[in-house]
């Protein structure tokens, strides 16, 4: 093991000094080169330090190889005899190996993403996005597309229980009379805790509970749902609002500190609407719109902002008053930052009307009033800002709501409650005490899809039905509305919160279907209208009007105090968001957008805070070249938690960040363990954390962590001279629009100035040429592709203990590469499926042609040939192949047989496997073509990674066809072969990043590197 | 020092180091012939269903479509099995006594399905596609055998890749008109000269690289 040595400041500015022209960078222990980390990268297979994570004894080796031979002799002898199952009734519509889609929604934190299930004899296999609704536009995030595990995950609660033990919905349904007569007589005793709602018909069922009891009171809790953003809109426009924004009006967007593009309801469409503005081509009509992000950590929206400005998240709001003063003219800009904030104003000014300031949804409630002023100052509000009324049912202040709920329990007030959905014995504020409280409560149900933290103190636990499984409904960002229907019967007993209600109102077998149809009939459905809601997974029209509103002038004066010492910023985390989908394996081994961290949570730091702990740089053991950082030991307000440090280039320094969500006492297998519990660390009075916290690192040994980027990646050596990551500012492109031809500083390398000869004759392409162009302008690294892959592709989970021995199977990565100054560099996002080169390297290594070549210019596996001898990964230049070190895929499990995509074959033990273009997708669209006779169509045949893109940044079609946007796109100056002067021909290319400074910026950024 | 081997140790030695080439080849011989027999294939293996179920009776009989019982066979990868409802069509009115229609007429009234063994399976590797070979001219009896003279189903080919590629690498030898497809006892006439043509009639491609089944 490699000696932990400080961060070298010193060797960092020398090295970015060293680079000659421009240098990108993965990480900072690549960018010291230390030798420890040459010599990682210099082994041929990282990946097989050691095959098992035990030694296996001779012994048990041999009994392991006897019995394998013994019964491979009994097994492969002749093929399994199957059965079919045909139906009794078929049902009418259905053709039995054709799959049908139905539109639905996806709640979450109560908003809808519009989706469309893909359902194999209506079992629901795959979530795509509905490009009819507006939140979606036909993209899908990382949640919704692992929602569909979510579904079939074994560890769902499957029974109703009492007290621990199993019971039925009738016991329970008996059990709730005493508290429904208890409601007559002492109403203020009984209370209902839900989570945010948006669902119309749900509210009603609520709304005619409050008014069938008087009394009973209603409590919301979302643990990252908005409340700052919630009450930000409060105090801006005075009452329960929400804002809207149009990206596409848009040509400036600052952000103070929000992550529009990843975070937030309404994401996926701002991620389309803000990327159609940033779209570089030759003859595009306006020009691309200019980003600036103020945030403290890195989020997926900094790393692609033109001008990123770092500062610590108590700043922020100084940051917005001075532009608020800026733009007034009122007020010089504060000393801090000057610059930045005044050429920023300057920009908004020469934008007035088009021009967006967004607030983090995260942010104080005065972030919001304040961006809303300098909107309403720019006269943004009515024309890229958008007012409307709150989708939810009942907008209040969730923590109050808590609160309240937490004294009365306290005071002994409450006899009964039923939480429906939700976990806030894990998730409430630290200080609320919520697990304290709960148990001074005579009854305690719980409706929840997972055994978790609260079912175990409650005396009724019932199972939840997934959103793929009942009835509802509910509303997006926006107000419009959705019908959601179930794809599939409960799989587990599940009972909807339409249900309890129902239960509650005394309907005995109230249904969510009934609930649901009931309150859309009474408002005016036909069945007509109806058929056509579910069909278009829209409500037609129900999308409030915007309505006007005037933001409050009166911006309260500072509070001073805020951000002593180092200061914690607490978020939701970008794969787990507040700790839901901690059972979703696909969700825990997805990177983490900026850390590409998986299985874990961290300490986000900048370099400078590190080296004030004394944190020296992450270790590698040479045994299993796993890599291990130290943990520190964070107090914040008299709790302690410790988490292992991890350095994030670009992060503010003198703060922190951690993520909620991870730490699950219980909750299911994969959810137990993974991480650590951060809401000990938060409280009510500081939901997102503030200053005064306190890091000391701790002799604890070193942790080992799972983090890809390093992974199964191009040597950093040829990073820099080949140009893997190509990019401009948008003013050198407009001077220059081939400046991505031109060889990486401007000489061949040596020895391949004949990179595009052959011996052998040209194979001519007669039919469809597959490719792929990718746009890393417009890629956010959100990891939406990287899920859709998995799902689409039956792509199989490893485990912490893998990963961190590089097995991760996703076929599709995102390289995350920086440029320049480790305390704000730039970031570039790059996602790298198989190139399907046209000279592949990997093809004609392999000794049993399990990889070949096909005449549309695919590059085949076959994994019934591969015989494991791993040598195509070893000579694949991209690093793309992913093997089967061990049998990942779970076999045995029924419900998750029942998830996989049953076009695409479940790969077993010592198989390779890897990116295919989802050929099953193509051979589907070929045949669909033969039969009618004609040739696939441009736009027919879309990738699983290109279709759940929010900003389209993925085109696949045929290049051969000279119409198809691929074609198109091959044609732009920006595009770009990765290694291309290897001569493989790769077929997915990529545009070059292009980024708009401000050249003001750019200007006085440069003056200051002079001057030091 | 004595020998330690007699003299005939040496013929025996060359014997054996020629003989091992061709013990080697036969061992070879063997498991070809092993996997590519009926034993591995179950080809012309009758299997044994819950009803005794005759196509022989209702194909060449009868003179029921095809198409009457495996109605995706034109439209998805899946020919279709049909449900218990589409035996009651008919058995509802003819012969609603027989002994032998009791699995059937017990899972119409039960709502549980029949289970039936499974006579064609590919592994779960390939994946093949019946709506693309009926559209392109290949008859239901070229891969399935004269159905109309089967009374108990049994798998009439191999199945096996050496098989299917024989008809991918020279489809013109096996094609025939579409109006044909569903015909069990259609005798090609001059295929020599009808199938090439057909070929290119039906714009029928040699797919045989490996992601045309595989993936």
Redesign the interface.
């Known amino acids: 093991m490699s000696e932990s040595k400080p961060l070298d400041f010193t060797a960092f500015r020398e090295r970015i000094g060293d680079l000659r022209g421009k240098e990108y960078w993965r990480s900072l222990e690549e960018l010291s080169r230390s030798e420890a980390f040459d010599e990682f990268f210099q082994s041929e297979f990282p990946q097989q330090a050691l095959a098992l994570s035990r030694g296996v004894d001779r012994r048990s080796f041999m009994k392991l190889m006897g019995a394998s031979v013994a019964l491979a002799g009994l097994t492969g002898?002749?093929?399994p005899?199957?059965?079919?199952?045909?139906?009794?009734?078929?049902p009418e519509n259905l053709?039995?190996?054709?799959p049908v889609y139905f539109a639905t929604a996806m709640p979450l934190s109560g908003y809808a993403r519009g989706v469309l299930v893909e359902s194999h004899m209506y079992r629901p296999t795959k979530i795509e996005g509905n490009p009819e609704h507006p939140a979606s536009l036909g993209a899908t995030d990382a949640f919704t597309q692992a929602s569909i595990l979510g579904l079939y995950d074994p560890d769902r609660s499957q029974v109703v229980r009492k007290m621990g033990e199993i019971s039925t919905w009738s016991e329970f349904v008996a059990a709730l009379q005493p508290v429904l007569a208890e409601a007559r007589s002492n109403p203020a005793g009984v209370r209902l805790l839900t989570q945010t709602i948006t669902s119309p018909s749900l509210g009603a069922q609520i709304q005619q509970l409050l008014a069938q009891y008087p009394g009973i009171r209603w409590h919301q809790w979302e643990p990252v749902g908005g409340h700052a953003l919630r009450e930000g809109n409060r105090l801006a426009f005075g009452s329960y609002l929400n804002t809207i924004y149009d990206f596409t009006r848009a040509s400036v967007v600052v952000s103070l500190g929000s992550d529009f593009l990843d975070e937030g309801p309404g994401h996926l469409r701002y991620a389309r609407d803000f990327s159609s503005r940033r779209r570089v081509r030759q003859g595009m009509d306006g020009g691309m719109n200019r980003l600036y992000v103020i945030e403290s950590t890195v989020s997926s929206t900094g790393s692609v902002a033109d001008n990123r400005l770092p500062v610590r998240p108590s700043e922020i709001e100084a940051v917005g008053r001075a532009i608020l003063a800026a733009l007034d003219g009122t007020a010089a800009p504060a000393a801090a930052h000057g610059e930045f904030i005044a050429s920023l104003a300057r920009d908004l000014q020469a934008n007035r009307g088009a021009s967006i300031v967004v607030p983090g949804e995260e942010q104080p409630p005065v972030v919001h009033l304040i961006a809303h002023a300098i909107n309403q100052a720019l006269g943004n509000i009515g024309t890229t800002v958008q007012v409307i009324d709150s989708p939810e049912v009942a907008p209040v202040n969730q923590l109050q709501s808590l609160r309240e709920l937490v004294t009365d329990m306290n005071a002994g007030v409450v006899s009964s409650l039923i939480i429906l959905g939700g976990n806030p014995v894990y998730d409430a504020p630290a200080d609320f005490d919520f697990r304290g409280a709960l148990g001074k409560v005579a009854f305690r149900a719980h409706l929840g899809l997972y055994n978790d933290e609260t079912s175990l103190l409650c005396h009724w636990h019932i199972p939840e039905t997934h959103y793929l499984e009942a009835w509802g409904d509910a509303r997006a960002y926006d107000g419009t509305a959705t019908i959601m229907q179930p794809l599939i019967a409960p799989l587990y007993n599940g009972r909807s919160a339409h249900e309890i209600l129902g239960a509650l109102l005394g309907g005995l077998d109230t249904s969510s279907h009934g609930a649901v149809r009931g309150y859309w009939f009474g408002r005016g459905a036909t069945e007509a209208s109806w058929r056509r809601w579910l069909h278009d997974g829209v409500v037609s029209g129900s999308a409030p009007a915007p309505r006007a509103a005037a933001v409050s002038t009166a911006v309260p004066a500072p509070v001073e105090g805020n951000g002593v010492g180092i200061e914690i910023e607490i978020r939701p985390d970008p794969t787990l968001y507040d700790g839901r989908f901690a059972n979703n394996a696909w969700l825990q081994e997805l990177p983490k957008p900026q850390t590409k961290i998986t299985w874990d949570n961290v300490l986000l730091m900048g370099p400078r805070t590190a080296e004030q702990i004394g944190f020296g740089a992450e270790e590698r053991s040479k045994l299993f070249n796993e890599l291990k950082t130290r943990v520190a030991e964070v107090e914040y307000q008299g709790v302690r938690v410790q988490l292992p440090v991890w350095v994030v280039p670009g992060h503010a320094e003198g703060a922190v960040t951690v993520y909620l969500g991870s730490g699950r006492a219980f909750g299911g297998k994969v959810a137990s363990g993974a991480g650590t519990n951060i809401y000990p660390l938060r409280r009510s009075s500081a939901m997102q954390g503030g200053g005064g916290a306190r890091i000391t690192l701790t002799s604890r040994s070193p942790y080992p962590i799972g983090c890809t980027q390093e992974h199964q990646s191009i040597d950093p050596k040829v990073v820099g001279e080949r140009g893997i990551v190509r990019e401009a500012s948008y003013e050198t492109y407009l001077r220059d629009p081939a400046f991505a031809q031109t060889p990486p500083h401007g000489e061949v390398v040596a020895g391949l100035e004949h990179r595009n000869e052959s011996l052998y004759p040209p194979f001519v392409y007669e039919?469809h040429a597959w490719a792929m162009v990718i746009d890393t302008t417009v890629c956010t690294g959100c990891n939406g592709c990287v899920v859709a892959c998995q799902s689409e592709n039956n792509i199989a989970v490893v485990g912490k203990d893998e990963v961190v021995r590089e097995r991760e199977m996703h076929w599709l990565r995102i390289d995350r590469y920086y440029k320049g100054d480790p305390e704000n560099p730039q970031v570039f996002h790059q996602p790298v499926p198989c190139m399907q080169c046209e000279l592949a390297p990997c093809e004609p290594v392999c000794p049993v042609e399990a990889t070949?070549?096909?005449?549309?210019g695919?590059n085949?596996?076959?994994?019934?040939?591969c015989v494991g001898t791993r040598y195509c990964s070893n000579n694949c230049p991209y690093k793309v192949r992913r093997f089967n070190f061990f049998g990942y895929s779970d076999y045995e499990t029924p419900a998750l047989k029942a998830m996989r995509n049953p076009?695409?074959?479940?790969r077993t033990r010592g198989v390779m496997e890897k990116c295919?273009y989802c050929?099953?997708r193509i051979?589907h669209a070929r045949?669909e073509a033969?039969?009618e006779?004609r040739r696939v169509r441009d736009g027919e045949v879309v990738t699983a990674c290109q279709q759940a893109c929010p900003t389209q940044a993925i085109v696949f079609g045929d290049m051969n066809d000279p119409q198809s946007a691929v074609a198109q796109l091959k044609k732009e100056p920006v595009n770009y072969a990765l290694l291309g002067e290897l001569n493989t021909r790769p077929r997915t290319t990529y545009l070059a990043t292009i980024r708009n400074p401000n050249p003001e910026l750019v200007k006085a950024a440069t003056a200051d590197a002079e001057h030091h | 020092m004595a020998q330690i081997f007699h003299r005939s140790a040496n013929t025996l030695a060359r014997v054996t180091i020629f003989g091992a080439v061709f013990i080697a080849g036969f061992v070879l011989w063997v498991i070809g012939g092993i996997v590519r027999s009926p034993y591995f294939t179950n080809q012309n293996v009758h299997r044994e269903q819950p009803v005794q179920f005759s196509h022989r009776h209702h194909v060449g009989g009868l003179g029921i479509d095809c198409r009457y019982c495996h109605t995706s066979v034109e439209e998805s990868s899946f020919a279709g099995i049909p449900p218990t409802s589409t035996c009651m069509n008919c058995h509802a009115q003819i012969w609603t006594n027989a002994e032998i229609l009791e699995p059937v007429r017990a899972s119409f009234a039960t709502g549980r399905p029949i289970v039936w063994n499974r006579v064609h399976r590919l592994p779960d590797f390939v994946h093949f596609n019946h709506s693309i070979h009926v559209a392109k001219g290949i008859g239901c009896a070229s891969c399935h055998g004269r159905v109309d003279r089967m009374n108990l189903m049994y798998q009439a080919e191999p199945l096996t890749m050496e098989w299917c590629l024989r008809c991918h690498r020279e489809p013109e030898k096996y094609i025939r008109p579409r109006e044909e497809v569903f015909n069990m006892e259609y005798v090609p006439v001059n295929q020599k000269e009808v199938g090439p043509k057909l070929v290119q009639q039906y714009a029928v491609r040699k797919l045989t690289s490996c992601s045309t089944c595989h993936y």
């Open positions: 002898c002749r093929p005899q199957e059965t079919i199952v045909p139906y009794v009734n078929q053709i039995p190996g054709r039919g070949s070549h096909n005449e549309e695919l085949d596996m076959t994994y019934n040939r076009d695409v074959t479940v295919t050929v099953q051979n045949i033969e039969k006779g």
